[in-house]
């Protein structure tokens, strides 16, 4: 059984109003007409052949009326008996005029199954506007068609009546929908207004040459057809081009352009549905993305998966229920618009029904395929309020849920890596980058010279630094070298006070904490170089400041962390660490600028400021006598042109910086995403003679044959393993492993996120070469890295390789 129309059905609670206001206006319209209808018919034999052929091609042409495109057409179809009824209302009356009408709106609403109540509402309505029109009509001289030329009276009347039977027409049908379905009377008569004065305000204006030509001659009136019907067989055309438009041709399913619209028209019946507070409010978008369909065009060619597509639109089709709508968008992404939604998850189980369905085999030519999809969930109003913001969120979700190896993911704000924010961010980002580039001079020729006759001493690994004078109170632990140290001095800079502190691992140890959240020397799980909660950033010359939000966008700058030799407790090299302190934002997680910059073309003037600050700063240090190697990390973006070699090898060239100075530091994952272009970058800076180190080791893809295969000098034990070594075996024995497989490739094995002392020793006594964090020193800018060498002495484990005892965890 075919269920009814649902544009002859009223909405449950809507009954009560849309019958009053229908069985008003048929009153209205019958106390208006019923005089001239009756004396109608007492004149029928005295009309002319004229009236009965207009009579006759009007009730023939609303037998197919135009039909506008759109999911709901007979919404707004456009009935050409309108231009032969005003003609009959401007030649013979008011009476002719609605029974004729009325005789095409029975015809027309038989052809289009419309409901009793509607014939009869649509007859009054119309009606109504003859009447009105008529009334017009009667307000001018009269006689308009009587014979002789035509006054600027009776243009103006005859004008006139068209406006009154166009107002009184469109406020009533406008009203009707308002009342019928609860919904804004002027967004929706604002809305179809163009295209109703188009259609119908054109019918009217044909009305009176259509009286003038069958005045001359009966014969002339069906010539009005030729016109009529050249504008109908145009307007077919364009409709079926906009069809055409809207339809994927391969799967005959909608597509984006008819997405948009679906979308658009949704948005707006459930906010309508929202504020009225009805159920089934809420809207979801679901993006899917079929999974492997590239390695089937690729295998089998595009024919084959031509039909796959045709396969899987047909298994959608067939899934999702009317009124909800599936739509191809091209390639093998699919979309599907599910209406009066709940919660979001009516659209999970939607969207589990989806997979199974596409994960049963596609058999194709006797050959299985299985194609399986990921989709992405946006909800209105929840995850946003238009087309482009659902649709974008939706494409979010569902790359989160790729990322996953999930099939189903519903949009959050933490996956969305390419926020308003973000976008922001990274505009901020380049703004920054680009005065840098700006305002920096041009690097040196060969190296710098000295610095004169200024005193000079001794840091940790025996360079020659100027001095500074601070002094600092004595502090050695039992397994610590005695060694004099010269009383405190306090600043009355309260800050001053922590960057000292702070900067001395036996002072800090002996300085009780402000925040007792934060304890000095305790484990520190934020990112390495990054500032615990608390921590105010020195303001150095050379560090970053805040400027005026509206204009600036901050300062990059590179802070360094040192890197201690365990055994002998000597500075070997510093770590450099991208630090921007954003005018809005404070000082931003370095993670997070990363990941945004990694997305774009920033990336490269990111890595190309780091590289001339690093090699310009080593180049500092040389001219102070300071020899140590900086390590700086490098993205994947910069490993796959290979363009950073080119760079580097120019730095160190014009700055005058021996290549065993600088080490690049690639983690893991880098290494992955493309092993054949990160090799070939890799080995070409090995040949420069720039150290190679694997970063974060044990936390990605990696595998003993890295280790053999990469030209590598030191490996990196992850910060995961080494904060959890004193508290946790199994970390533990990771990092033993990681430092014995280092030593026996013959490889330096430094430690990240040393927090404390127990850790430190456990380090020594696996026989780890050199350390990093929180235990020694923080990240800090260049100038305090040569104060803090100043008053850094060097202190060395005493004893022997004893490991203290580890908790083991119990049994699994």
């Keep these: ?338 209406t009066g939604v709940d919660d979001v998850t009516q659209a999970r189980a939607l969207a589990d029904q989806v997979v199974r369905v596409l994960a049963e085999p596609v058999a194709l030519d006797g050959l299985p395929l299985d194609v399986g999809g990921s989709i992405g969930i946006a909800l209105y ?120 502190t702070g900067a001395d691992p036996i002072l800090r140890r002996s300085v009780r904490p402000a925040d007792p959240a934060v304890v000095p020397g305790e484990p520190w799980s934020g990112p390495v170089g990054a500032h615990r909660p608390g921590d105010e950033v020195p303001s150095a010359a050379g560090a970053v400041s805040g400027g005026d939000p509206a204009g600036d966008a901050g300062e990059i700058t590179m802070y360094y962390q040192p890197q201690i030799a365990i055994a002998t407790g000597e500075v070997v090299g510093v770590e450099a660490l991208l630090r921007w302190r954003h005018p809005r934002r404070g000082m931003v997680d370095p993670e997070e600028l990363i990941r945004v910059a990694e997305q774009s073309a920033v990336m490269r003037l990111l890595t190309r400021r780091v590289v001339d600050d690093v090699v310009e700063q080593l180049a500092k240090w040389s001219a102070a006598g300071l020899g140590l190697r900086a390590a700086l990390n490098v993205s994947v973006r910069d490993l796959h042109t290979g363009e950073i070699a080119d760079q580097i090898a120019d730095r160190l060239t014009r700055y005058g910086v021996p290549p065993e100075r600088l080490q690049l530091e690639i983690t893991e994952g880098a290494l992955m995403a493309d092993p054949r272009r990160v090799l070939t970058t890799i080995t070409r800076l090995h040949r420069i003679g720039v150290g190679i180190a694997l970063d974060d080791f044990g936390t990605g893809y990696s595998s003993l044959q890295h280790l053999r295969r990469l030209p590598l000098s030191e490996v990196k034990v992850d910060r995961s393993f080494v904060l959890g070594m004193t508290e946790d075996s199994d970390d533990a024995a990771i990092v033993r492993s990681t430092i014995e497989l280092g030593k026996a490739l013959g490889l330096r094995v430094v430690a990240e996120g040393v927090e404390d002392e127990k850790t430190w020793r456990m380090l020594h006594a696996a026989g780890c070469d050199a350390a990093q964090g929180w235990f020694y020193a923080r990240p800090m800018p260049a100038e305090e890295l040569v104060a803090w060498l100043g008053r850094y002495r060097p202190v060395r484990p005493i004893g022997g390789h004893e490991e203290p005892d580890v908790p083991r965890r119990s049994p699994r």
Aim: overall charge neutral.
């Design 1 to 338: 059984m075919e269920p009814p129309d649902p544009r002859n059905l009223v909405p449950p609670g809507r009954t009560t109003p849309f019958a009053v206001f229908v069985g008003l206006v048929l009153v209205v319209a019958v106390l208006l007409t019923v005089g001239p209808l009756v004396s109608f018919a007492g004149t029928l034999p005295d009309l002319p052949a004229a009236f009965w052929t207009m009579a006759v091609l009007a009730v023939a042409c609303d037998a197919r009326p135009f039909l506008p495109p759109g999911r709901r057409p007979s919404s707004s179809a456009v009935f050409p008996s309108t231009c032969f009824t005003f003609a009959i209302l401007l030649g013979w009356g008011l009476g002719p005029a609605v029974a004729v009408q009325a005789v095409a709106v029975l015809v027309s609403g038989i052809r289009m199954r419309h409901a009793p109540w509607r014939v009869a509402f649509n007859a009054g309505q119309y009606a109504v506007a003859l009447a009105a029109a008529y009334a017009v009509t009667r307000l001018g001289p009269g006689g308009i068609f009587d014979g002789g030329r035509l006054g600027w009276t009776d243009i103006v009347a005859i004008g006139g009546a068209g406006v009154a039977w166009f107002a009184i027409n469109y406020g009533l049908v406008t009203t009707a929908v308002r009342l019928r379905f609860g919904e804004r009377w002027w967004p929706n008569a604002r809305h179809g207004l163009p295209f109703e004065l188009l259609s119908t305000g054109s019918l009217l204006l044909l009305a009176p040459v259509l009286v003038t030509a069958a005045r001359a001659s009966a014969a002339l009136v069906p010539l009005v057809l030729v016109p009529l019907f050249a504008v109908y067989r145009m307007a077919r055309l364009t409709v079926e081009q906009h069809q055409l438009a809207a339809i994927d041709p391969l799967t005959g399913l909608p597509n984006r352009k008819a997405l948009l619209s679906e979308v658009n028209e949704q948005v707006h019946r459930h906010a309508e549905r929202a504020a009225r507070g009805e159920p089934g409010a809420r809207l979801a978008l679901l993006l899917i993305d079929l999974d492997r369909f590239k390695n089937v065009n690729d295998a089998l060619g595009h024919a084959v998966g031509d039909r796959l597509l045709v396969e899987v639109s047909a298994r959608l089709t067939d899934l999702v229920p009317a009124p909800d709508l599936v739509v191809r968008l091209g390639g093998d992404e699919f979309a599907i618009v599910m």
């Design 381 to 500: 109003p929840e995850h946003g309020e238009d087309f482009a913001t659902l649709m974008r969120h939706a494409d979010v979700a569902m790359y989160d849920a790729k990322h996953r190896n999930d099939t189903v993911a519903v949009y959050t704000a933490e996956s969305d890596h390419n926020s308003a924010e973000r976008l922001g961010l990274l505009a901020d980002l380049r703004r920054v980058l680009d005065a840098g580039a700006a305002g920096r001079p041009a690097a040196p020729d060969g190296p710098s010279g000295g610095s004169g006759d200024a005193p000079v001493v001794r840091g940790g690994d025996g360079a020659a630094l100027t001095a500074t004078p601070v002094v600092r109170q004595r502090g050695a632990g039992r397994w610590f070298r005695r060694r004099h140290r010269p009383p405190v001095v306090a600043s009355d800079d309260e800050l001053i006070a922590r960057i000292v």
